[in-house]
């Protein structure tokens, strides 16, 4: 029974029409500035899609809807715990009939004709808020959970495992499907066989062959014991989902540790479970392994020992420094993070003797890699790495400051860009943007996201590419942090049972994880799965077999796409690149190669042309050629393996 008080409190006039109001006049100016922005396009999970207008009164009108009903919802829910002149705790009845409503619209404004991301952002966030409170008219559904913590520990190992096993498999079938191409972690592969074979990761297929002058990642190294038990590209995809499935325990453990509670760390774990920055890691089309990963669960370990007060004790100090420096030794880039963790030890603790050497390490490591030992490997070459990325500012860090300084449109342009907005939406939204309660956590990963901001590729700032990895393990904790953040301010606010506010909040994590892995992220429960990439087709089954048949010391030239299956190989060259040696097989792919479609096929011609080479088969665009006194062996071999 709610009383008369509770009950007016509930349906306050005044701050409805407030709410409502200011979240249409809200939505309708963002609704505005993406218009002016992007005039004609908007970007849906990783696809563009045309919309019929770039802003008329009709879809002003749906956005003005749109930003009412979400702040009508949280006019709602902001009410929706009440309490009684008994002390006892009101749930209100009348959210039942009120947020199903709610909830219907922003399904349509998600999934209607025009999907975009931003109100896809609104259906994902409603529908987990409303599950959330919803969740509190129940008894409490977690106290069993609370009860159980070896058997949910048990349930994470599951979920550690299962993950595992599952993007271990995908990832060697994508490989085997021809889906895993050579770039980036095809010359990994190339560089651990060769030192396996007396030739310091050295690649055919750079200008200088060391793989650690293209970036500084000893890491590497790790990677050779593995290696020399099954020395195959398959290694790397299996290594690749180990080490992202390494952050479910991680995270478990944190999450336990910084709770209290067994509930929030399970419901974490399956939040990375889906996460689709996660995911979409293992199933990247384009680039691979990546070093990088390396520094994920070491930065995510390093989150144990970050304080919370002024005081930090030596040993977690010590553990903090001893993660930071195993993740420095992923990438020159990771001593971004590892400089903003000691600008957040500095401002935690205001104590220079621990702030201030981890700002030096993560500053001189950064320094020393990209200006003394890059360049060294490379005979004295600058870092070739900051003119692609950042060329379009200046030739260093001090030069690009300047010029930002001097030009802020420009910056303030990619502030506004709808990549930008896209990526940071997409970092949030599977934590139902928890992680923006402690804002403070989130700004150690403000020199990433800078740089990625400002950097000349659009897939620099796209969830989809490995650019994000040393910015997500403090937008995870940042999340941790703010779930408890948002527990105690509610319970502060409130005489509801605490248990139940942890249950809604649950409740709203996991709707909020479900919903973004089921629509950005990748694996067999996706809407974006799709069983061709994991299934050897005809053209795949060609290149296999013609890995067979060629002869393990002969020259190859392939293109990029077909070359991630030919690593463990002595002489293969990219075609399209410069060369030390001159072909003696060719596997070329003249139609979807993974670079330039007229370079592969003018390489081809050049060749068909060249009396002292044969055509020995083809399927579907892929040709094999050969010479001549090659091409008769090679036939001789098709007999018993045909192509």
Not at 25 to 33: C, G, P, Q, T, W
Not at 153 to 166: A, D, N
Not at 231 to 241: G, M, N, Q, R
Request: hydrophobic share 50%.
């Amino acid at each position: 029974m709610v009383d008369e008080k509770t009950q007016s409190d509930f349906f306050n006039p005044r701050t409805l029409i407030v709410d409502v109001v200011s979240g249409a006049i809200a939505l309708a100016s963002l609704r505005l500035l993406l218009a002016l922005k992007f005039p004609g396009i908007m970007y849906v999970g990783f696809r563009r899609i045309g919309i019929r207008e770039s802003v008329s009164a009709g879809t002003l009108s749906q956005w003005i809807v749109a930003g009412g009903l979400l702040f009508a919802a949280w006019s709602v829910v902001r009410n929706r715990i009440m309490t009684a002149s008994n002390g006892s705790t009101m749930l209100m009845p009348p959210s039942s009939i009120l947020l199903p409503n709610i909830v219907t619209v922003a399904w349509y404004l998600g999934f209607g004709e025009y999907p975009t991301i931003p109100s896809l952002f609104l259906f994902i966030f409603t529908a987990a808020l409303f599950a959330g409170w919803e969740s509190c008219r129940f008894p409490d559904l977690i106290s069993g959970i609370e009860k159980k913590s070896a058997l949910m520990t048990v349930v994470m190992w599951l979920l550690c495992l299962s993950f595992v096993i599952t993007f271990g498999i995908l990832n060697v079938l994508q490989l085997h499907a021809g889906h895993m191409g050579y770039a980036d972690s095809g010359f990994v592969a190339e560089a651990l066989w060769n030192t396996l074979h007396g030739r310091f990761l050295y690649s055919n297929n750079f200008d200088h062959p060391m793989l650690l002058a293209d970036h500084f990642s000893p890491v590497w190294l790790l990677m050779l014991p593995f290696y020399w038990l099954y020395p195959d590209h398959e290694t790397l995809c299996v290594a690749s989902a180990i080490l992202l499935g390494s952050t479910i325990p991680i995270v478990y453990f944190l999450a336990r540790s910084r709770t209290g509670s067994v509930a929030v760390a399970i419901a974490f774990a399956v939040a990375i479970y889906l996460n689709p920055a996660i995911t979409l890691e293992n199933s990247s089309f384009t680039y691979g392994f990546q070093a990088e990963l390396f520094a994920l669960p070491f930065l995510l370990a390093a989150c144990f020992f970050l304080p919370e007060s002024r005081e930090m004790d030596r040993r977690s100090y010590g553990l903090l420094l001893v993660f930071l420096l195993l993740s420095l030794w992923a990438k020159e880039n990771v001593s971004l993070p590892v400089t903003m963790v000691g600008v957040y030890v500095l401002w935690k603790t205001r104590l220079a003797r621990l702030g201030v050497p981890i700002i030096g390490l993560g500053l001189i490591w950064g320094y020393t890699t990209t200006e003394i030992l890059l360049p060294a490997m490379k005979g004295g070459a600058d870092f070739y790495q900051f003119e692609r990325f950042y060329g379009h500012l200046g030739r260093s860090i001090p030069e690009v400051l300047v010029y930002l300084a001097r030009h802020p449109s420009v910056l303030v342009d990619r502030l506004l860009d709808g990549h930008t907005w896209q990526f940071i939406i997409l970092l949030l939204l599977p934590f139902c943007l928890m992680a923006l309660a402690r804002l403070d956590i989130l700004l150690i990963g403000s020199a990433t996201m800078f740089f990625l901001t400002i950097g000349r590729l659009e897939s620099m700032r796209c969830i989809k590419f490995h650019y994000k990895l040393t910015l997500l393990p403090f937008v995870i904790y940042a999340a941790v942090m703010g779930f408890n953040k948002i527990q105690s301010s509610l319970e502060n606010r409130s005489a509801a049972n605490p248990a139940r506010i942890r249950q809604g909040l649950l409740v709203t994590l996991l709707a909020a994880a479900v919903s973004c892995g089921y629509l950005f992220g990748a694996g067999p429960m996706t809407r974006q799965f799709r069983l061709n990439h994991f299934v050897v087709m005809p053209r795949a089954r060609f290149v296999l077999n013609a890995k067979e048949i060629i002869p393990q010391d002969a020259v190859l030239f392939a293109s990029t796409r077909l070359a991630g299956g030919f690593t463990n190989r002595p002489n293969m060259y990219l075609i399209g690149l410069p060369a030390t040696a001159e072909p003696e097989v060719i596997l070329v792919d003249t139609y979807y190669p993974w670079g330039s479609v007229e370079t592969n096929q003018e390489f081809f011609h050049r060749y068909m042309n060249d009396d002292s080479f044969e055509l020995v088969a083809q399927r579907n665009y892929i040709y094999l050629l050969a010479k001549r006194e090659i091409a008769a062996e090679l036939r001789t071999r098709i007999q018993g393996d045909p192509l």
